[in-house]
């Protein structure tokens, strides 16, 4: 089963992707796409890892998506991992270039349509909010939009989270 879980800045997607995650029967991997590059969001990053549980495992990622699922794909029973969160990692994948970018892009579409263990993702839904007023936010709006496109395509089960209430909109 592949879920994505989408919703605004605090809308609760987290909670629900972790609640989701918590469901399975398998072990879960928390893959995380966030850098600490200032103080608050270390802090950020300091208190989500005090509220997951303590028997999940980490991967700390914030470009190479496909090869953390590639390689958890190998393992005997492949664990749950919870993806946590596409906009951080769509936000790196532009500052690393439009070569990265595409590689990296690709290469993980191609690994969560294969990958055999559950996975829940995590995702903003950008596309209710105003035009950016720079390229570059009107880029990451398009890029995020035609990603979560791609992954509620591939995806069993998508969730949006609104007001920390989940309104299932697949199946």
Not at 113 to 124: A, D, K, Q, R, T
Not at 126 to 140: A, C, E, Q, S, Y
Not at 152 to 159: F, G, Q
Request: charged share 20%.
């Amino acid at each position: 089963m592949h879920t994505l879980v989408l919703g605004g800045i605090r809308s609760g997607k987290t909670a629900l992707a972790e609640s989701l995650a918590s469901d399975t029967s398998s072990p879960v991997v928390y893959l995380a796409t966030a850098t600490a590059g200032d103080d608050e969001m270390r802090a950020r990053i300091q208190r989500h890892q005090q509220q997951r549980p303590s028997g999940w495992g980490l991967a700390e990622e914030p470009l190479a998506l496909a090869q953390v699922l590639a390689r958890q794909a190998k393992v005997e029973h492949p664990p749950c991992i919870l993806i946590d969160c596409m906009s951080l990692w769509l936000s790196n994948l532009l500052h690393a270039g439009d070569e990265v970018f595409n590689r990296e892009r690709e290469a993980f579409l191609v690994q969560i349509s294969h990958y055999p263990g559950e996975l829940v993702i995590v995702s903003n839904e950008v596309g209710l909010g105003t035009i950016g007023m720079d390229p570059l936010t009107r880029r990451f709006a398009d890029e995020l939009g035609w990603l979560n496109q791609a992954l509620a395509a591939v995806s069993d089960k998508v969730v949006m989270s609104v007001a920390g209430l989940p309104m299932t909109l697949k199946p």
